[in-house]
């Protein structure tokens, strides 16, 4: 499984000083106490992929303790965390004492983003002798990796002497990097973990890799089977499953490969996971590309959170009746929740009263109840002519204010009382009908409808 004993150099020459330094204390730490430390996971793969002349900043790092000998030391990673704050105070602690996990989180240096540095224990089995057995160590640094995702993602790079620098690679990680491919460790992997199916679709886009041929029959094996409409979706009793396919979906649909990673999910039929009868047809991609031209168009600023709303529109493509549910289960926030339960009735009386109305302040009236997100979400689903309508509303009516506002009728003589908004609404709808199109007529308009 020894690749290369040259990675030290690599690293040295390749992280930004400081990250080089804190790996340096890191791995002074562990030795000092007879461990051994690797560096884990993406930080290994992204090295692995970078150019060769490209300085890596990561933010993100992962590492494990191991080779030890004594059930004492099972709090291995949590003693180093907190030996390597003692070293860096201005970093915040994390223990996450059941997984026997610590996280550090700092701003390592002022060029560089925030640290956030996990270190995890390796499950050893305890030997009765304590002479250090290689084949031992080893064993329990692989039975880490094994429990990874991807073998892109079960690479280890030795910290610790000796063999400092040296390429842990235990599944064939670096022939995968280099035939860009991505390939589970087992064939259970997905019944076990499905949220591996988003992750495995997310490496694949972002890296520009192809699912391994073994590994996309187990994703459609995984899916087909069944399970996940039982276990994960339908029973909420597994909220900590939900969680985390949430916080994947997130991930894909805010990345900026997003549109790519929903067709290969859509490709392998894995939007079942959010509810069995959804699935990316025609009219959902049609859907999800008009979704796009109305934020470009309506929220340009990202005042609206734009995954989330991929997010509902693949929810609002479900029978009515599903709609809610699957909002709650993917703990949406309750105004998208709302939204999307209402949503039947709102398209419902929209598509009713708009068809009937002529003028632009009838029109107005009609969709002026509705958040701009509702008015999307029916707009994409709509007919073109009801979309049309939305869209006019969209762009022009909604912003049209009367020349008048409450101080004018104040300043023009009208008392202040309930009266006010009426005609307020009223020289609205004239100014929308173009009958009102400057102060003078707005005036005149009163003068004719509301005598002093
Ligand atoms: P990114 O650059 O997107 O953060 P990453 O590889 O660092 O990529 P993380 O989600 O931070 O991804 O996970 C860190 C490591 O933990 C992965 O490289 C992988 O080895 C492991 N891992 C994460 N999630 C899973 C999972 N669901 N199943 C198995 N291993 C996982």
Redo the contacts with the bound molecule.
């Keep these: 499984y020894r690749v290369s004993t040259s990675f030290s150099t690599q690293l040295r020459d390749r992280l930004a000083p400081p990250l080089w330094e804190f790996l340096a204390k890191a791995s002074e730490q562990a030795q000092k106490r007879g461990w051994h430390l690797y560096l884990?996971?993406?930080a290994v793969?992204?090295l692995l992929l970078a150019d060769p002349d490209e300085t890596l900043l990561l933010s993100?790092i992962?590492m494990v303790v191991d080779g030890f000998h004594r059930s004492a030391d099972v709090g291995a990673g949590v003693e180093l965390a907190k030996a390597l704050q003692n070293t860096y105070p201005e970093a915040r602690l994390e223990v996450h004492g059941q997984f026997q996990t610590a996280a550090l989180l700092w701003h390592l240096d002022p060029v560089l983003d925030s640290l956030w540095v996990d270190i995890a224990t390796a499950r050893t089995e305890f030997y009765p002798y304590p002479a250090a057995n290689p084949e031992v160590e080893a064993s329990s640094i692989r039975q880490d990796l094994y429990?990874?995702?991807f073998t892109i993602?079960?690479l280890a790079v030795r910290l610790t002497s000796p063999r400092a620098g040296e390429l842990l690679d235990f599944f064939g990680g670096l022939r995968d990097l280099r035939s860009r491919q991505i390939r589970v460790l087992h064939a259970n992997s997905f019944i076990e973990?499905p949220?591996?199916i988003y992750?495995a679709v997310r490496f694949a886009v972002r890296l520009g890799f192809q699912l391994e041929t073994q590994t996309e029959r187990y994703i459609r094996y995984a899916l087909d089977s069944g399970i996940y409409e039982r276990s994960l979706i339908q029973n909420s009793k597994a909220p900590a499953l939900q969680t985390r396919l949430k916080a994947e979906l997130k991930y894909i649909l805010q990345a900026p490969y997003w549109k790519g990673a929903l067709k290969l999910l859509g490709d392998l039929e894995a939007l079942k996971c959010l509810h069995s009868t959804l699935e990316l047809d025609d009219q959902l991609w049609k859907q999800v590309r008009l979704l796009e031209r109305c934020l470009r168009r309506f929220d340009p600023e990202k005042t609206l959170d734009h995954w989330q709303m991929r997010l509902e529109v693949l929810i609002a493509h479900l029978a009515p009746e599903y709609r809610p549910k699957v909002a709650k289960n993917l703990q949406l926030p309750d105004d998208s929740i709302k939204r999307l339960q209402q949503l039947d009735l709102d398209q419902a009386n929209v598509a009713e009263s708009l068809p009937a109305c002529i003028h632009p302040s009838e029109i107005t009236r009609v969709l002026k109840q509705y958040g701009l997100p509702t008015l999307i979400l029916i707009a994409v689903q709509s007919q073109r002519p009801i979309r049309r309508l939305i869209w006019k509303y969209l762009t022009q009516y909604a912003h049209i204010q009367p020349p008048l506002n409450g101080n004018d009728l104040k300043a023009l003589g009208y008392k202040p009382g309930r009266e006010f908004k009426q005609m307020l609404d009223h020289l609205l709808a004239a100014t929308l009908d173009g009958e009102i199109r400057d102060r003078a007529d707005a005036e005149s308009f009163l003068a004719k409808y509301y005598p002093l």
């Design positions: 884990v996971g993406g793969r992204d993100d992962d429990r990874r995702d993602n079960a973990d949220t591996r992750r």
